[in-house]
């Protein structure tokens, strides 16, 4: 039955969605890239909850969707910004997150890395002593969870580290004491302008040259960067430079497939917020360039950029509410309903455009399902044929 999307105007347009999903199905392990995706968390609908409060938690239904994205061979980032952290969840609810998550990962064998940060802190100015020790804290529930850690961007860090110096200071500090090699974290202000300027400068250039300086006096404890800068040129010529061993994660949302792909000086690996919908999709292109077929890769891979660049158009950290919604569509939760209460931070035009841009994929294991939800949100919006 066709469906009337609403636009930007106010104008509705016909749409005829697609009967049949696209097969895909649990493979084997991949061999040639490392790919992580950053899984969301579902929030529990019947929870008395405003969004002021310490976020309530559906478990069974978020665990079960890291299940599914193991199932797919993907690696799971846990308590990352797609999880809403800083937007709705707290570190206390970030910590029982990663202790779960951390528990159901050994318990199926599944790959898991996971955030810490220092979001504990208060907002009042702090000391780069009390910044360590909130980066310590989190770096103990961890590590004593079994996972891997990435070393997360901080705002309160941002916010009181004087230059360079105090960058290489506190994360020299941290490295030193990591147990194990940690995964460094470099988010853009796109994602968080409260991140403006981070490594000491608002100069990328210099930027750059100060991240490099931390890996390079402890390249032992560094297993990776994830960079989500949104800049192909950039990422590249950092990768370029990284000391031999360390991994490049991409955390481009745009121009993810070129990049994983590479050149012939290397390529990235993967720790996506879009590999969350894109799960069993992008798991199955890492098989077919596991084989050596770029092109069969990039004939998967690329006709989903468009969808990508949607769900993360300015301003780009509210990304997280199309994801939720194709979770919902797809059937991995029965609500749409997010911590925070950030399903109200797209626009309908916007989830609208999600819902087309992702049946056309195939991405909805039951497209019925999910245009009978898609019907569900249009009326309760007002949107009549």
């Known amino acids: ?44 609908p019947y929870a008395d909850v405003s969004p002021d409060s310490p ?18 061979g993907l690696g799971v980032a846990e308590a990352m910004d797609t999880a809403q952290r800083g937007m709705g969840l707290d570190w206390a609810g970030a ?16 790959r898991i890395a996971c955030g810490v940060g220092t979001d504990q802190l208060p907002g009042a100015p702090v000391t780069l002593a009390e910044v360590r020790a909130a980066y310590e804290e989190q770096l103990a529930v961890v590590e004593e969870s079994g996972a891997r850690a990435i070393l997360m961007a901080s705002r309160a860090l941002a916010a009181t580290a004087r230059g360079p110096e105090d960058y290489l200071e506190t994360y020299g500090h941290l490295l030193r004491q990591a147990a194990e090699p940690v995964i460094l974290h470099w988010l853009g202000p796109m994602f968080d302008p409260a991140l403006e300027g981070y490594w000491g400068s ?10 490099l300086d931390v890996i390079a006096a402890h390249p032992d404890k560094v297993d990776g960067i994830k960079v989500s800068l949104l800049d192909a040129r950039r990422e590249v010529a950092l990768r370029r430079r990284l000391p031999q061993g360390v991994r490049c994660y991409t955390g481009d949302d745009f121009h993810y497939p070129e990049l994983i792909v590479g050149d012939d000086q290397g390529f990235s690996h993967a720790l996506l917020g879009i590999f969350d919908p894109l799960g069993p999709l992008a798991a199955e292109a890492v098989r077919v360039l596991d084989t050596g077929n770029t092109d069969g890769f990039r004939a998967l891979l690329d006709p989903t950029v468009d969808l990508s660049r949607h769900l993360f158009q300015a301003p780009t950290r509210f990304y997280k509410t199309g994801v939720v919604l194709l979770a919902w569509l797809a059937g991995h939760q029965s609500h749409f309903t ?41 009326h309760l919006y007002g949107v009549t044929p």
Do not use: C, N
């Open 202 to 211: 608002a100069d990328l250039d210099a930027a750059t040259d100060t991240f």
């Open 338 to 378: 997010m911590v925070g209460g950030l399903q109200s931070a797209r626009s309908l035009p916007h989830l609208a455009r999600a819902y087309e841009l992702a049946d056309r994929l195939g991405l909805f294991p039951d497209p019925k399902l999910a245009e009978d939800r898609m019907r569900t949100l249009l």
């Open 1 to 44: 039955m066709t469906l009337h999307l609403p636009d930007a105007h106010g104008a509705l347009r016909a749409y005829e969605p697609r009967t049949e999903p696209l097969a895909l199905t649990p493979g084997a392990p991949f061999t040639s890239r490392t790919v992580f995706s950053a899984a969301h968390v579902v929030a529990d």
């Open 95 to 110: 910590a029982e997150l990663i202790r779960r998550s951390a528990a159901e990962a050994k318990a199926t064998g599944g």
């Open 55 to 72: 976020a309530a938690v559906d478990w069974d239904a978020t665990l079960a969707f890291r299940r599914h994205l193991w199932s797919h």
